[in-house]
Every structure is written in structure tokens, then in C-alpha cells.
């Protein structure tokens, strides 16, 4: 059974631009969450998903967006880039709620420079 | 948004030893407290949970232990290994809401 597929696996982009980072959950699983991983902040949750629509979102600007595709695929897009985006970006995949046990992505490693 | 407190920030172990990493909540409507481990360069893997009508889970050398009035929660890894070595962290979650993390604990098992 394939795991959680997030690409790209790293990325370098130049402040003020956008970027665009993927991820395809197990099969079978509806719900994708969104987390920003920093050394100094720690996981903090930017929005889950099932079945196409939001269905949370935690405390992070407008810049920061998703969107899931009936095949339950999620895209996250963060526009107008600054430094302080550097983070590794996790994806996690769960059945119908968190509840029922997350399983992550590897990640995208995302440098703004 | 940390709604999970998580301490120590890191802990070195001696090979053999018990390694206890502490948590704590505040949202009373939490159900689901679960424990990942997190390598260098990996994503976090679910390593044992647990909820609330229970106050003690058993898996191998890890075991959770759950304060339900206290609104604390622990780790606890017996006879620790270097390859126990990673970043714990723990979380909490409501049904049909995010899971909210604690700020991980830097395991060090020393040999």
C-alpha cells in the first residue's frame, strides 16, 4: 500500500514569488491536512480538507491556500513569498478525521531566499 | 495556536534507561491523544495512542499514560535504544478537528 506521496521534495524559490507543493494521500483516505514544520514553532496546522471542501483552517494569512481534487489530491499554494516561509511543509492523510490516526508525507523542504 | 505543551525540549538517555516525555491540554474536548516519532528528513509516524476512557496504553517498550482530571499525558519508553533516537511529539485532537502538536521532545540515547 503506497504511503503518502508529497512533491517536490525540495524546492528554492525567490521571495515574492508563489509556489504550488502536492501531495497525493493513501488511497482511500479523504481527509489531507496541511502543516508547517519549523525548527522554532514546531508543526502548526494550516488547513485540512475532505472531500474537496475546507473543512478547517488554522491561524495563517491569506497567502497560504489548498484546494483538494475528487480524487482526493491536495495542492497547497503560498503567493507573494517571504523568508519566513522556509519551513518543511507536511502533508498527512487520514480516513474521514484526524481521530481515526494521521499518516504523513516525507515532506517538501521549502527555502525562500 | 499551541494548545499542547510539551516538555522537556530535549533529553538525553542512557542506553537502558527510561525516557519520559511530558504533555499537556487545556481543551477539555480532546479525544484522542496520540504519540509520533519523527526522523531526520522523515515525516512523523504514529507510535502509540490513546483516549481518554482509558488511563494506561501498553505497546512493546512504550507505554502512554493518561491524567484525564489532570489533563496531562506522558511517555514513557522503557529500556531506551540508540535507534530510539528522533524527535518525539504529541498531539491531541477533537472529533472532526485538526490534530493540534506539542513542540517535540529531541530524544538523545546515548550507548
Known amino acids: 500500500k503506497a504511503g503518502v506521496t508529497q512533491t517536490p521534495r525540495y524546492l528554492i524559490k525567490t521571495r515574492g514569488q508563489q509556489v504550488t507543493l502536492s501531495c497525493s494521500p493513501i488511497s482511500g483516505h479523504r481527509s489531507v491536512s496541511w502543516y508547517q514544520q519549523t525548527p522554532g514553532q514546531g508543526l502548526q496546522f494550516l488547513f485540512e480538507y475532505f472531500s474537496e471542501t475546507q473543512r478547517n483552517k488554522g491561524n495563517f494569512p491569506g497567502r497560504f491556500s489548498g484546494r483538494q481534487f475528487s480524487n482526493s489530491r491536495s495542492e497547497m499554494n503560498v503567493s507573494t513569498l517571504e523568508l519566513g516561509d522556509s519551513a518543511l511543509y507536511l502533508c498527512?492523510?487520514?480516513?474521514?478525521?484526524?481521530?481515526?490516526?494521521?499518516?504523513f508525507g516525507s515532506g517538501t523542504r521549502l527555502t525562500v531566499v | 495556536q499551541q494548545q499542547v505543551k510539551q516538555s522537556p525540549q530535549s533529553l538525553i538517555v542512557q542506553k537502558g534507561g527510561i525516557s519520559i516525555i511530558n504533555c499537556a491540554y487545556e481543551n477539555t474536548a480532546f479525544d484522542y491523544f496520540p504519540w509520533y516519532q519523527q526522523f531526520p528528513g522523515k515525516g512523523p509516524a504514529l507510535l502509540i495512542a490513546?483516549?481518554?476512557?482509558?488511563s494506561e496504553k501498553k505497546e512493546g517498550r512504550f507505554t502512554i499514560s493518561f491524567n484525564k482530571s489532570a489533563k496531562q499525558f506522558s511517555l514513557h519508553i522503557m529500556d531506551s535504544q540508540p535507534g530510539d533516537s528522533a524527535t518525539y511529539f504529541c498531539?491531541?485532537?477533537?472529533?472532526?478537528?485538526?490534530?493540534?502538536f506539542g513542540a517535540g521532545t529531541r530524544l538523545t540515547v546515548k550507548p
Open positions: 498527512a492523510s487520514s480516513l474521514q478525521q484526524p481521530t481515526y490516526g494521521y499518516t
Open positions: 498531539a491531541a485532537s477533537a472529533s472532526n478537528n485538526d490534530m493540534r
Open positions: 490513546i483516549r481518554p476512557d482509558v
